[in-house]
């Protein structure tokens, strides 16, 4: 696929998806969400890669929807092609780890992309929000139950109701960023941590990414079992193996992802 | 660039920006805090200037709010909404000049009184004139401390100190703002733009970014934990490390010579 607005590459076991619709501020349209679902397509089915990293500019990580292509949607027309949906629902149930490194405006549709993600590194000039209610329509790709469940219901309410925005370090107070660094090391430091979990057995970093994101759609009980399952079948991985091995040799694992 | 209200001058690397209402004492109208930002704003993307250093004209450095522009509200009877003044004018001041990644002094050449001290304090480093007073002024109208006075007052004085300047509102000339660390400097007056001039332009010739850094790691220190305080400065470095200013700066100590830095 040619790449527009994004660039994509890879650096060792990561997979790198930069979005770049400078002009834009890095708005989300139906061509950019093409082009996501094939570059995740694409780290999907290569092995070699380990993880990704979704970022955007130091201005801005997206600042959400084109509202220009947005307010030209009919409601038939959105339901026929699905809109975003084919998106939310790609990056939702991406097998692999996604580090997303924010800096700037990440707002509407951009935090929902965000959220998607597995581990957020943020910049401190970052600025998050669900501003839809400003124009008149409230979130559409997951905000109102990833970010509620990010954060708790009266922050969630809060920015969703009043479209407010808030800052990095707001953020990892709630719980809604791992980490904020200085503007500079955003990208290296979601780099450095990508590398980190590409670094371990990809068979239990799926299983255990798969087993994180059940804890919000299943009750305690069947989530324990869930996890259960989960944690002997890694029991049969060469990886296990590896990872004890080497730790009681005192050495680095090398981990196959089998 | 010269606004209605600010003027400013570039010179040896140092962005001279003067508050130009003398004969309001420097007070703050709508134009002036628009004015203001503006300058800032633009000093943030200008790589010629490497320090800036904030005064005012005449005998004030800034008496803070014009009152007289709210002058009708307060005639008609009906309650002032200083809120909104604030969120609009003087908090974005306060933040761009805290997050500003060059220094900024502010060179107190006169008196300073309520939201113009919390925008001296807002400053980096503070030179003050031997002539300049220092008014916290807000309890004297009846109000309490805005513009960020609070957070710097007690970061600066200390709780106790604090307490008394912001309780008692005494006047504190310059002599006793030195002992109280409120300033980092007190100059004659007839030679105070020249003693500013030499510390702004040492700033001007140093390394922009790490000045920058230091400057980013100081603010956060004071409302951080030191664990997180570590964390940061270890990030920070990462960046400073990779500075050329860094590489000329160990260059020069190894070659027994002055650094010369770009700022880059």
Same mark, same amino acid.
């Given at each position: ?30 061509? %950019? ?39 030209? %949607? ?33 707002? &509407?549709? &951009? ?47 809060? %920015? ?87 730790? %009681? ?10 | 660039? !010269? ?10 690397? *140092? ?8 004969? +309001? ?26 320090? #800036? #250093? ?18 009708? *509200?307060?005639?008609?009877?009906? =309650? ?22 060059? =220094? ?15 925008? $001296? ?19 004297? *109208?009846?109000?309490? =401390? ?13 709780? $106790? +100190? ?23 400097? *007190? ?8 003693? #500013? ?9 140093? =390394? ?10 100081? !603010? ?21 490390? @990779? ?7 160990? +260059?020069?100590?190894?070659? +027994? @010579? ?7």
């Amino acid at each position: 696929m040619e790449y527009q607005v994004l660039t994509v590459s890879r650096e060792g076991p990561l997979g790198l998806i930069t979005i770049n619709r400078p002009a834009a501020m890095n708005a989300l349209n139906t061509r %950019m969400v093409t082009e996501l679902i094939s570059a995740l397509d694409g780290f999907e089915k290569d092995d070699s890669v380990r993880c990704v990293v979704i970022s955007g500019s130091e201005k801005a990580f997206s600042a959400g929807a084109d509202i220009k292509e947005m307010a030209e %949607m009919t409601a038939v027309r959105m339901a026929m092609t699905g809109h975003f949906f084919p998106l939310w629902d790609k990056v939702g149930r991406f097998p692999k780890p996604i580090v997303g490194a924010l800096s700037g405006f990440v707002l &509407g549709g &951009g935090l929902e992309l965000a959220m998607s993600c597995d581990v957020l590194i943020a910049s401190e000039t970052t600025q998050l929000g669900q501003p839809e209610i400003d124009i008149g329509i409230m979130p559409g790709g997951g905000g109102t139950q990833r970010l509620t469940r990010a954060v708790g219901k009266y922050k969630a309410m809060e %920015m969703i109701l009043t479209g407010r925005r808030i800052g990095a370090e707001e953020a990892k107070a709630l719980g809604l960023v791992s980490r904020v660094v200085p503007k500079e090391a955003y990208l290296s430091e979601a780099k450095k941590v990508a590398s980190e979990i590409a670094s371990k057995s990809p068979v239990a970093v799926r299983q255990a990414k798969m087993a994180v994101n059940k804890a919000f759609e299943m009750g305690l009980a069947d989530g324990l079992d869930f996890e259960r399952e989960l944690f002997y079948l890694l029991f049969a991985s060469e990886d296990k193996d590896e990872g004890m091995k080497a730790f %009681m040799e005192k050495r680095k694992p090398e981990f196959s992802g089998k | 660039m !010269n606004l209605e209200t600010v003027k400013t001058e570039l010179k040896n690397g *140092v962005l001279w920006t003067t508050l130009n209402r003398p004969d +309001k004492l420097n007070a703050f109208n709508e134009q002036m805090g628009d004015d203001l930002l503006e300058v800032l704003k633009e000093a943030e993307k200008n790589a010629e200037a490497r320090c #800036v #250093v904030v005064t005012g004209e005449g005998r004030a450095f800034s008496v803070g709010e014009d009152l007289n522009t709210n002058r009708a *509200v307060y005639d008609s009877g009906k =309650p002032m909404l200083l809120g909104e003044v604030l969120k609009r004018k003087y908090n974005p001041i306060v933040q761009r000049i805290r997050k500003m990644d060059k =220094p900024v002094i502010a060179a107190v050449n006169g008196v300073t009184a309520g939201a113009g001290l919390g925008l $001296a304090l807002a400053c980096d480093l503070r030179a003050a004139s031997e002539q300049a007073t220092f008014h916290e002024a807000f309890i004297k *109208v009846g109000l309490a =401390p805005d513009s960020g006075m609070s957070f710097w007052l007690t970061r600066i004085l200390g709780l $106790a +100190k604090a307490m008394e300047v912001g309780l008692l509102g005494e006047p504190i000339d310059s002599t006793m703002a030195m002992n109280l660390g409120l300033v980092n400097w *007190v100059f004659p007056a007839d030679k105070f733009r020249e003693e #500013v001039a030499k510390i702004a332009e040492r700033l001007a010739k140093g =390394p922009t970014k790490a000045l920058g850094l230091t400057k980013r790691a100081l !603010n956060r220190a004071i409302v951080v934990d030191m664990d997180s305080a570590l964390e940061y400065e270890t990030y920070l470095q990462d960046v400073a490390g @990779r500075t050329r200013d860094h590489v000329e700066g160990v +260059k020069a100590f190894f070659e +027994k @010579r002055d650094a010369r830095f770009s700022g880059q």
